[in-house]
Structure formats: structure tokens, C-alpha cells
């Protein structure tokens, strides 16, 4: 019942586990991030092309929900990784 409080120090091989996992995870976040700005350029791109249609037509909603989607998915990766990196 009387431990001292204080948490053991990590060994190299533990650091060097948690090193690897948080460039693993900033690499995934950016490769994500550039696919995403991929598509929304392309969107922007087609939105020019067709700004005069032959059939009026109401904006796609779905694109505002997916910039949502993926916000939320990128929270959730960074408190993973916050989570690996005990804070």
C-alpha cells in the first residue's frame, strides 16, 4: 500500500517506441491532410468549370459535412497520439 507516487522512468527501447509512433502519426496526419486539399482543389476547380449549369441546381451539402468529418477525424488522431505520448 505504500508506493512512493513516482512513475518509473521509461526505458530507451519505451521512448524509442513512442518516438517512432508519433512521427508515424504526424506522417499519416499529413499525407491525410494533402489528400484533402487534393479534393477540395478539385472541387474548386469543377465548381469554376460548371459555374454556368443548364439546369439550376442547389450547392452540394455533403461537402460541408465531410469538412466536419474530417476535423473530427483529425481531433481524434491527435488525441491518440496525445493518449500514446501520455499526456
Known sequence: MGGS????????????MERRQRMQLDEETAASERRLK???QK???KQSLLAKPMMEKKAPVPATV???NNKSLLRR?????????GR
Not at 507516487?5 to 524509442?16: H, N, P, R
Not at 488522431?77 to 505520448?85: D, G, K, R, T
Request: no cysteine.
Open 5 to 16: 507516487g513516482d512513475a518509473a522512468k521509461k526505458t530507451q527501447e519505451q521512448l524509442a
Open 38 to 40: 487534393a479534393v477540395a
Open 43 to 45: 472541387q474548386l476547380g
Open 66 to 68: 465531410e469538412k466536419k
Open 77 to 85: 488522431a491527435a488525441s491518440m497520439a496525445a493518449m500514446m505520448a
